[in-house]
């Protein structure tokens, strides 16, 4: 992962392309001003996430790196996909735009929409409108 200018470089520049979408993205803020209190707190480092008998040296498998995290702490395992439904999950229940999140977490509208969408909170509203006027008439014209 680099980070450049607020943006999130999702794919190493020496990874290759997978069919797997890995777009980059603008960091939010309050995630900027924690990599940016990291920097200050460990200027000699290279990279967020560390090996950590080897300094300066990335993490190749952030798969293995979560699962050795979860084992010291003693906690239940987790993915950086769990991390990344978790993230889809809180947004769309929060009330953000199904598109935007497609685009922001490179994934389809499709799985947006199967997977996320009855969690906003607006989730079939103008349904829930039509289904309370029905069997009442409407007001004739003369």
């Known amino acids: 992962m680099e980070l450049t200018m607020e943006i999130w470089h999702r794919r190493g520049s020496k990874e290759k392309a997978t069919k797997k979408l890995r777009n ?3 960091i939010p803020g309050r995630i900027r001003l924690a990599l940016d209190r990291w920097k200050r707190m460990f200027p000699s480092s290279t990279y967020v996430v560390e090996h950590p008998r080897r300094p300066n040296t990335a993490i190749q498998d952030i798969g293995q ?7 010291r702490l003693g906690i239940e395992r987790i993915t950086p996909h769990t991390i990344k439904h978790t993230a889809i999950t809180l947004f769309i229940s929060g009330g953000g735009d199904p598109l935007l999140a497609a685009e922001y977490f490179s994934t389809s509208f499709a799985t947006i929409q199967k997977n996320y969408l009855h969690l906003a909170p607006d989730h079939q509203a103008p349904a829930l409108v039509s289904l309370r006027r029905l069997g009442k008439r409407q007001p004739r014209k003369s």
């Open 65 to 71: 790196a979560l699962d050795g995290a979860c084992k």
């Open 24 to 26: 980059d993205h603008r």
